[in-house]
């Protein structure tokens, strides 16, 4: 076999297994984003709210949570204070309180609050 051919089959054979090997999943994932990704906030010192009763409820309550760049974060455990017209997220992994951006929010709905489907 003549030389040139055989490195030119071995330099097309090299770039070819390159190319099969650095290809990537395209598979659309939207649904495997975590929330983490999707909310954003800042810390919230709780010494600064006036009055706990001032939250829509007591407890953490699931809710689904609509972005305005249309996706969803889905049930998170969050929180509403009519006071202070702002919507926190208790964190799952550090379990902080995150005051959420209110701008990033269209709206949010609770789970199964009295009876609710």
């Not at 999707?38 to 709210?49: A, H, K, P, V, Y």
């Not at 974060?73 to 929180?79: G, P």
């Not at 964190?91 to 009295?114: A, G, M, T, V, W």
Request: proline share 3%; hydrophobic share 40%.
């Amino acid at each position: 076999m003549n030389p040139k051919i055989l490195i030119i089959t071995l330099i097309l054979l090299v770039i070819g297994s390159r190319i099969c090997f650095c290809q990537t999943n395209s598979r659309n994932t939207s649904n495997a984003i975590s929330s983490e990704s999707l909310l954003s906030g800042e810390l919230f010192d709780q010494s600064l709210t006036p009055d706990f009763a001032t939250y829509f409820n007591a407890d953490w309550l699931a809710g689904d949570i609509q972005l305005t760049n249309g996706r969803i974060a889905r049930t998170e455990k969050i929180k509403y204070n009519g006071l202070l017209d702002e919507l926190f997220w208790n964190e799952p992994l550090s379990k902080q309180i995150i005051k959420l951006d209110r701008e990033s929010i269209l709206q949010f709905h609770y789970l199964n609050f009295n009876g609710d489907p």
